[in-house]
Nanobody, 124 residues
Framework: QLQLVESGGGLVQPGGSLRLSCAASRFTLDYYAIGWFRQAPGKEREGVSCISNSGSSTNYADSVKGRFTISRDNAKIAVYLQMNSLKPEDTAVYYC?????????????????WGQGTQVTVSS
């Protein structure tokens, strides 16, 4: 059973940056496409970004394009979400998710494994 652990969340001022990490316990992520999702209080879960298992293909929600960058390291041990120019509306719990497929999509239905989430709060 693949277990995902997110880290890197916290409190940041508007315009600031954070880098979220998603790592797997006991397994590497070589064969898995990874997605990042977020859910704010009272709102539906939203797909933020995703990356194919090779890292050659990425996708972003319109709301984060140009501000967020998804990447995965050479050893495929972790996937990162670099978040720049953060806005108060980015405040949410952020989750990573994995599926043992090559391509990725921004729909949560596609993914089989989910982390427990990490809180991101953007506030002055």
């Amino acid at each position: 059973q693949l277990q995902l652990v997110e880290s890197g969340g916290g409190l940041v001022q508007p315009g600031g940056s954070l880098r979220l990490s998603c790592a797997a316990s006991r397994f590497t992520l070589d064969y898995y496409a990874i997605g990042w999702f977020r859910q704010a209080p009272g709102k539906e879960r939203e797909g933020v970004s995703c990356i194919s298992n090779s890292g050659s293909s990425t996708n972003y929600a319109d709301s984060v394009k140009g501000r967020f960058t998804i990447s995965r390291d050479n050893a495929k041990i972790a996937v990162y979400l670099q978040m720049n120019s953060l806005k108060p509306e980015d405040t949410a719990v952020y989750y990573c998710a994995a599926v043992r497929r090559s391509s990725c999509v921004l729909g949560g239905f596609y993914y089989d494994y989910w982390g427990q989430g990490t809180q991101v709060t953007v506030s002055s």
